[in-house]
């Protein structure tokens, strides 16, 4: 089963007293805190208390939506410390098993209430972010979740330690328009097959959940993969290959930035894009907490991974050690950028950007 599927998305909102967004849910600049099953469950749509609703409606955490989460064990015993009051951002992730307990009078914040009322539970955090942003929250949360995996708290937020404004600049923009041009205006050869809005959407799905996009997409596997060939061959980029994904990953961040384009001016390459010096620093700032944490060979543990496609077994034979050993390593760089690596959603595609734009790939 996949790791994302383990896991209880959360969206929220707080009192308007407070303003912007809160507690642990989605939608920060407006949108009721609704359960898994996309119910409003009482007054918290008006700014209550999400977690006292929930309680009262359900008798307990509401349980996960089809394609949502499902509960999974976490080692940590007790309670988690609840952060200063006011401080709950809007979207949260819960990796948690157990049953509901009751929450303590006069806790505010969703994020707080869980960890109150379900002791054993890991929480990530995201930023706060639109509500038609919450898919970006979602990730956020996820990759979180790394770090409060082994965080004494059991809680950990999304930390915004670096962007990709280095190359949201007209010329990459206009790199990544006409990369992804040939799946925007293609035409399916029949009406029932996917047009090219509809590939774009596999393309970012499978990019973030892999082969289990197909869940997500409520598709077959093997129509996933003939998807996924096509796009390959109307992008003309090798998908199975580490640079492939990289590329279409990062066009599809920067084709909606709001830049003007000059049309003029010829289209860079990729590696022209990734060899400018503000995009040299922005490389140095994220594989930065991997040199901070001194890992014995984090750095290097990453790239081998890396350069094997993101696999841990040949990443492993490349290394010199075990299987066991290459993902204990990774673990640990995980907590050190504070990004999933691991598993989807993951921070593969930026990293192999970083290494490559340092010239360590």
Partial sequence: MPAWS?????LGRP????????????????GPARAADGTLPGPAAQG???????????????????????RTP???????????????????????????????????????????????CVIGVSGEVPL?????????????????????????SFQRDSDLSPLAVPQGVRWAQELLAPCVTYLPP?????????????LGSWLTFGS?????????????????????????????????????????QLRSVPVATATRQPTPTLETLLS???????????????????????TDTVRAWLRADAKLSPAASALGISLPGARKRLTRAEEALGRSLLHAPSAKHELWLAMRALGSL
């Fill in 6 to 10: 383990k896991r209880l998305p959360v």
């Fill in 15 to 30: 009192p308007p007293a407070r303003g912007g967004g809160a507690g642990a849910g989605g939608g920060a600049g407006g």
């Fill in 48 to 70: 209550g208390d999400c977690a006292a609703d929930l309680l009262a409606a359900y008798g307990q955490l509401p349980g996960p939506a089809p394609s949502a989460a499902h």
């Fill in 74 to 120: 976490s080692s940590r015993p007790g309670p988690a410390p609840a952060p200063p009051a006011g401080t709950g951002p809007p979207h949260a992730a819960a990796s948690r098993t157990g049953r509901a307990k009751p929450m303590a009078p006069g806790i505010r914040g969703l994020d707080r209430d869980i960890a109150e009322r379900v002791p054993d």
């Fill in 132 to 156: 038609r942003e919450t898919p970006i929250g979602y990730e956020q949360a996820f990759h979180a979740l790394a770090v409060a995996r082994t965080a004494p708290s059991g809680r950990a």
């Fill in 190 to 202: 029949r009406r029932a097959d996917p047009g090219g809005a509809e590939l774009l959407g596999t």
């Fill in 212 to 252: 289990s996009a197909s869940r997500h997409l409520k598709i077959h596997r093997n129509t996933l993969a003939a998807r996924v060939r096509l796009i390959g061959e109307l992008l003309e980029l090798r998908l199975d290959r580490r640079a492939g994904p990289a590329a279409a990953w990062l066009a599809l």
């Fill in 276 to 298: 400018t010096p503000a995009v040299e620093v922005w490389a140095q700032a994220r594989l930065r907490p991997l040199e901070r944490a001194n890992l014995p060979s984090g």
